[in-house]
């Protein structure tokens, strides 16, 4: 059969849920050797439609064309050994063993078909990394390195295995924009090469810098086909949500007023015992949003914790809310006292996944809040609040009494932020609050940090989107090495400054 270029083709893909269509007689074309972006709002169908592609869910209608052959995977092994590769945008990566052994296992080459030949596995991995232009350590350990690293050894990993199909999930969500440049230069390499790439992304800026098609999802279909030459980012944007939508937060000039949030020589371990905050001072006001950027595992998550009760600090810190010192407090005092939390890892620490949308959305906030009854819950009280943030927040769900393990990750995201944000807390941390969110509700959380420091909140936001922190804060901090860095007020550095900041620090210590 020919081909004619193209090395995918999905045809009428239909893919239900119980009641919920995620996708809806679906049609997608790919050219062998480009860059196709994949992009659409939260629940739109990308994820699901990328899902029957590697077989880890089975279509209800429609086929698949790979190579110019329809094919029927039997499992995601299956689909795998076809050539297709998936690189997720939570890492798949063991981390206490080696760069090497993650990139090998369960695809090992064997001597006589028993042992694992190490030598031949090693040899064929190193052909990858010098044939497509990765510099990655394959001797050190997974825990020992920088994002940056992980997102190539992924890509490594699928490359080894085989991979002529690469589909890339949000793979920029934790990146700088030196790491950002750098991964687009061998997304494109590996077109020039011959390989094609999926590129699943929310950010538009990134789809007119890499990809050579667009195709836009909405509402489980596909909503259109675009050429980035023949667009441009607010009609793409209307395509993606349907209307027209501001790129730019709107942001107006703080009214800081007292000190809410002060930390003092804050130190603080992780789980390993390894000192990863190290001397942090900190002073936040009512009114102000402080921005604090860095490249993953620079001590943010640490500090975090620390500050909202969930991590201990070291003996001799200090850290003061509204006056009171709390270094002692727990985080369900803290959240006695208006402080609300946003966290990075919305599955392990935002939700309970097995528990249903109404039971998540009044975590926290029965503690801060109650209801009527100190006894028993009024299912018609929580309900009330659980519709009312999956009403607000557009959280895409087929009942507040559906599992929050069956949302996509984007709803996840904005259930969380929902559940947090209504509150009126004097003091907000929040990490990541826009991380795999499409445009449209990046707009809708972005006014709404805003207009939560407006009406007097301190807000502390923490994120691996370099643009978010540069659009929101009226103070911008940098997180290198365990310490902090002043970046400026709103404005005043360019992204590549802070970039700087981010890998260098301030060139001393």
Same mark, same amino acid.
């Given at each position: ?87 997720y945008q939570e890492f798949m990566l063991y981390r206490d063993l080696?760069?090497?052994?993650n990139i090998i296992l369960g695809f090992e080459r064997k001597k ?37 690293l992980l997102q190539q050894v992924e890509i490594v990993k699928v ?126 006001? %009512?009114?102000? $949003?402080?921005?604090?950027?860095? #490249?993953?595992?620079? =001590?943010?998550?640490?500090? @975090?914790?620390? *500050?909202? /009760? ?75 609040? %659980?519709?009312? $943030?999956?009403?607000?927040?557009? #959280?895409?769900?087929? =009942?507040?009494?559906?599992? @929050?393990?069956? *949302?996509? /990750? ?88 802070? =970039? ?10």
């Amino acid at each position: 059969m020919e081909d004619n270029g193209l090395i995918l083709q999905m045809r009428h893909i239909t893919k239900t849920f119980g009641s919920v269509i995620a996708n809806n007689d679906v049609s997608v074309s790919v050219r062998r050797g480009t860059v196709t972006a994949l992009i659409g709002e939260n629940g739109a169908g990308k994820s699901t439609l990328m899902n029957v592609l590697t077989h880890i869910h089975k279509p209800d209608e429609g086929d698949i064309v790979l190579n110019g052959k329809p094919v029927r995977f039997r499992n995601a092994l299956d689909a795998a050994q076809h050539g297709i590769g998936m690189v997720y945008q939570e890492f798949m990566l063991y981390r206490d063993l080696t760069v090497l052994e993650n990139i090998i296992l369960g695809f090992e080459r064997k001597k006589g078909g028993i042992f694992i030949d190490e030598i031949q596995s090693r040899r064929a991995v190193e052909a990858i990394c010098e044939r497509y232009h990765f510099n990655i350590p394959l001797n050190e350990k997974i825990n020992d390195l920088p994002v940056s690293l992980l997102q190539q050894v992924e890509i490594v990993k699928v490359l080894y295995r085989g991979a002529e199909l690469l589909i890339l999930d949000e793979p920029t969500s934790v990146l700088t924009p030196q790491g950002i440049e750098g991964l687009f230069e061998a997304i494109r390499f590996l077109a020039g090469q011959g390989k094609t790439v999926i590129f699943i992304t929310h950010k538009l800026k990134e789809v007119f810098a890499v990809a050579d098609d667009i195709v836009v999802m909405r509402d489980g279909t596909v909503a259109g086909t675009a050429v980035p030459g023949r667009i441009d980012e607010h009609e793409l944007a209307g395509m993606m949500v349907g209307r027209d939508v501001m790129l730019q937060a709107r942001k107006r000039p703080a009214s800081p007023a007292e000190v809410v949030l002060q930390a003092r020589n804050l130190r603080v371990r992780d789980g390993n015992g390894v000192l990863r905050v190290r001397g942090v001072d900190l002073r936040l006001r %009512a009114g102000e $949003i402080m921005g604090i950027a860095g #490249v993953a595992g620079s =001590g943010q998550q640490q500090l @975090v914790e620390a *500050l909202f /009760g969930l991590r201990e600090a070291e003996r001799g810190s200090e850290i003061r809310l509204l006056g009171e010192d709390i270094v002692k407090k727990s985080a369900r005092d803290r959240r006695l006292r208006g402080v609300g939390y946003v966290p990075q890892d919305r599955l392990g620490t935002g939700v309970s996944p097995e528990s249903s949308v109404w039971e998540n959305a009044i975590m926290g906030y029965h503690i801060a809040h109650g209801f009527r009854s100190k006894v028993f819950l009024d299912r018609r009280e929580t309900g009330e609040l %659980a519709r009312r $943030i999956v009403r607000l927040y557009d #959280v895409k769900t087929p =009942g507040i009494d559906n599992r @929050v393990k069956n *949302l996509s /990750g984007g709803n996840i995201q904005k259930l969380v932020v929902g559940r947090e944000f209504i509150q009126k807390n004097r003091l907000l941390i929040i990490e990541d609050p826009t991380r795999g969110i499409d445009v449209g509700a990046v707009e809708f959380i972005w006014e709404q940090i805003m207009l939560l420091a407006e009406a007097g909140a301190a807000v502390l936001l923490v994120s691996h989107e370099l643009n978010e922190v540069m659009q929101l804060a009226d103070r911008v901090a940098v997180m290198y090495n365990g310490l902090l860095f002043d970046g400026g007020r709103h404005g005043e550095l360019t992204d590549r400054e802070l =970039g700087l900041l981010m890998t260098r620090g301030a060139g001393h210590e």
